[in-house]
């Protein structure tokens, strides 16, 4: 049986605004791997003066180090999602090591912001029906996305550029990191240009609005 997904009383001091994404054209921008040192601030501060909202998917190591910059993303309105521990493939592991990996996250994650994420995103995009399910024992549903751009490989920021906009169609989830330093430089181009195409930038669970996710539900 699927578990609903859990109601939190803290709020995001910025929070997203509503968006009708089955009448309006949106997108979500998802970020892996972070918080980052440097990177991620500089991304949270391009995101807040162009007045658009993602999703972050944080490694529960990175967030123990940087806590600091988990909370402003949270404060400035941006989803955060669980990626694990330490960023493992998890259908290499036992149950007990894949829940283990979760509920760390989700406690550190809980201790910075206050409330624990509803949705996951596996390493690599590794899973299967038993991580499914371990995941929905933690209220978790499964994030993956609709395009990557493989930018940890790529590099370069006109590439990357250009990628993620090849890569941008409605309703779609772009997976990128705020680790890659030429990601974060990409954006200010990227974000002109998809606004200028007429996407609303958003969040996932902006984006899922018309069907929220529940635990143990995969999407897209």
């Known amino acids: ?46 995101l807040k003066k162009e007045k658009v909202k993602a999703t972050f998917f944080v490694v529960g190591k990175a967030v123990e180090k940087r806590p600091a910059v988990l909370k402003r993303t949270y404060a400035e309105g941006h989803e955060i999602g669980n990626h694990t521990y330490d960023h493992p493939s998890l259908p290499e592991m036992m149950d007990q090591e894949i829940t283990q990996q979760l509920q760390i996250t989700q406690d550190a994650i809980e201790g910075v912001i206050g409330r624990r994420p509803t949705m996951f995103r596996p390493p ?42 090849k890569l941008a169609r409605r309703n779609g989830v772009i997976l990128m990191h705020d680790t890659v330093p030429q990601t974060v430089a990409a954006m200010p181009a990227v974000i002109k240009e998809l606004k200028k195409r007429g996407y609303q930038l958003v969040t996932v669970s902006q984006l899922t609005a018309g069907k929220p996710l529940r635990a143990g539900d995969k999407f897209p």
């Open 124 to 165: 690599y995009g590794h899973s299967d029906d038993r991580v499914l399910g371990l995941a929905a024992q933690e209220g978790l549903a499964q994030v993956k996305w609709t395009a990557t751009t493989l930018d940890w490989s790529l590099r370069d920021t006109e590439k990357i550029t250009r990628t993620v906009l």
């Open 1 to 46: 049986m699927l578990l609903a997904a859990a109601v939190f009383p803290a709020a995001p001091a910025q929070a997203a605004p509503k968006v009708d994404c089955a009448r309006m054209k949106c997108l979500a921008l998802t970020f892996d791997d972070g918080p980052a040192p440097a990177t991620t601030g500089k991304l949270l501060t391009l």
